[in-house]
RNA sequence: GCCAAUGUAGCUCAGUUGGUAGAGCAGCGCAUUCGUAAUGCGCAGGUCUGGGGUUCGAGUCCCCACAUUGGCUCCA
């Protein structure tokens, strides 16, 4: 048979042999690092006899297909660990996920921290086994028959929902067999340097309506060096978790006695906001839109007309007795959109009217699952940069490029540009009841979409069942120190809701229609992205957003005087300044106002004031010097202006 | 909402098998007037998240609530 490696050269080999084969013939060291490969570009194990003329690909850790094989062979190790430690325990499903890999298990009993260091030492001895993988396929009914035996209800469910002519396979290792569509690594002794890292709770097949399993999340390298840095990265990154710099930074806190998801935001924290807010309300000023100020609730019946009444009701905070017809009932709103529709409706609109694009600082408040709040990520009162536009068919591209490029401009200012990712978010056709409208009208706006996705060159992945109950989205997405993805920023078409409310221009041939609206977000929600800055600088926000700009310090009483004046000259230009005039020593308050991030600290001494200039450092590179303050003052007015990050 | 962990001074934490709370930093006072990441001494500071219970006695044990955290589900 021949055989066509990557690098394009054919080569003849014995009918049957193994991927492993073929490497050891390369050299012993490629059979060493592979671990499954890819025929024709499917993935099968190295160790599965080979027969006629393909194209194949050696997988090694180096690969993404190759990790994979090589976690998904340790989830199963973690499997057979458990069951040696548990024999009760129930299998449910094990896949490598990014970074590593997951099993999920039905125990009466859940894990422990002392657990996963048990089992960690028993897949320790499972590996020294070197137990060699074994493929074997079954029927169905021997297959259902083989899993009723072992006593594995979960497994028995999921052959039952393979489709009709699904290949039904099993892997071996020693006393441990799991039903599993492979591949697998050649044996368990090429699994090493596995960390489990915690144990949470998910249900079976992702239902609430279902069981909640036991699930233990783990980690596997190749390399034991591998593993130490991936660690190491964790705990750095756990470093920059906004929650614990936040607080220590003083840019939020939360009371008990408040309630969960509603952090009170310090003076700092307010600052960064109020500046993200007025630099959000100007550009999109300067980009057409027009401000409004709507109320932070309603009546039950504007959120019927809204839809969000039926389809969003477990959402709201609802005030009065949602099931008393004849009371009257107010609910805090969840969204913009019925506001300021009720802005468009305020007068008849003429097809020259559109675009009309509205913009709104705007409060909302969402009655989140308790468990879900998180720091100022998730949070049940939270202001986003919102807005909704109202315009013709024809105009619907063109506005929609506009939102997604005001969109990108705010990601470039704040520098996330190469931190997020863009997701289409369509109905899910299976689950209609989400969603109004007619799946004619759904098809044909998700195509407009897509279209204009295409057409824009954006590069994103689509995902069913993600969108809005009106219209699909357009998310961009970010990633939280914890690897945790939300949306930042939302661009949504809407062909619903217009109709809804009523809202229709008269077009040029006088027939009144109804206008596409696109519901958009430019910078997302403030205490949100404000909680990604502090994860992306580390609390070292960009100069042009830092609380507090310069602390200026003088060394002795005898400049606090003076130090105080530069406060005020900077002040002047507009630059947030303090002055720190303790009587302490130089290096404590250098290291206070370095701990809090500040951007430029002044020292200020009797030679300063002698020679009539500033010594300034950077809280980044040090003492960097004097020089004259207002040659200080002109440098960094520059700086904030442009807005500049590093 | 579900599965788990955690909750002691403003912050970070210690507190043995239940015997009535301790440190460092921060704060305040005094001394020191100092040259680029912590000056010294002293003082004060806690209904041990809240509420029940067991006990002669609870920060420690049990129950409930609340909050924080990691997941799951959800996320207009």
Known sequence: MNITLPDGSVHQYD????????????????????????????????????????????????????????????????AQAVKHLYPAAKLAIGPAIENG?????????????????????????ISAADLPLERFELPRIEAIEYMRKLDEPYKVELINDLPEDAVISFYRQGDFVDLCAGPHVPSTGKIKNVKLMSIAGAYWRGSEKNKMLQ????????????????????????????????????????????????????????????????????????RGYMLTKTPFMAKRELYKISGHWDHYRDGMFIMGDPDDEQAEVFALRPMTCPFQFMAYLNRSRSYRDLPLRYNETSTLFRNESSGEMHGLIRVRQFTISEGHLACRPDQVENEFKGCLDLAKFMITTLGFENDVTYQFSKWDENNTDKYIGSKENWESTQNTMR????????????????????????????????????????????????????MVYTDSDGEKKYPVVIHRTSIGCYERTLALLIEKYAGALPTWLAPVQVKVLPLTDR????????????????????????NEKIGFKIREAQMQKIPYMLVIGDKEIENGVVAVRSRKDGDLGTMPLDAFIKDLVAEIAAKSHD
């Not at 700092?268 to 109020?274: D, F, L, S, T, Y």
């Open 15 to 78: 009918e049957g042999i193994s991927a492993l084969d073929i490497a050891q013939s390369i050299s012993p060291r490629l059979k060493k690092a592979t671990l499954a490969a890819e025929l024709d570009g499917e993935r099968i194990d190295a160790f599965a006899p080979i027969h006629g003329d393909h194209q194949l690909k050696l997988l090694t850790f180096a690969d993404e297909n190759g990790r994979w094989a090589y976690r998904h062979t340790a989830s199963h190790l973690l």
């Open 559 to 582: 400049t606090a005087d003076a130090s105080d004046k530069i406060r005020l000259e900077l002040e002047k230009y507009g630059v947030r300044a303090e002055c720190d005039p303790r």
């Open 101 to 125: 890999f997951y099993y999920d298990f039905d125990t009466t009993v859940p894990f422990t921290q002392d657990d996963l260091s048990a089992i960690e030492k028993e897949i320790e001895k």
């Open 451 to 502: 279209n204009i996705l295409n057409d824009i060159g954006v590069d994103f992945v689509e995902v069913d069942g993600e969108a809005a109950f009106y219209g699909p989205k357009l998310d961009i997405q970010i990633k939280n120190v914890h690897g945790k993805e939300d949306t930042l920023i939302t661009i949504q078409i809407d062909f619903q809701l217009a109709e809804r409310f009523g």
């Open 215 to 286: 699930r233990i999340y783990g980690t596997a390298f190749e390399k034991r060096a591998e593993l130490d840095e991936y660690i190491a990265r964790i705990e750095e990154a756990k470093k920059r978790d906004h929650n614990k710099l936040g607080r220590e930074l003083e840019l939020f806190t939360t009371v008990d006695v408040i309630g969960q998801g509603l952090p009170i935001l310090l003076p700092k924290g307010a600052r960064v906001i109020q500046l993200l807010q007025r630099f959000v309300e100007d550009e999109e000023q300067r």
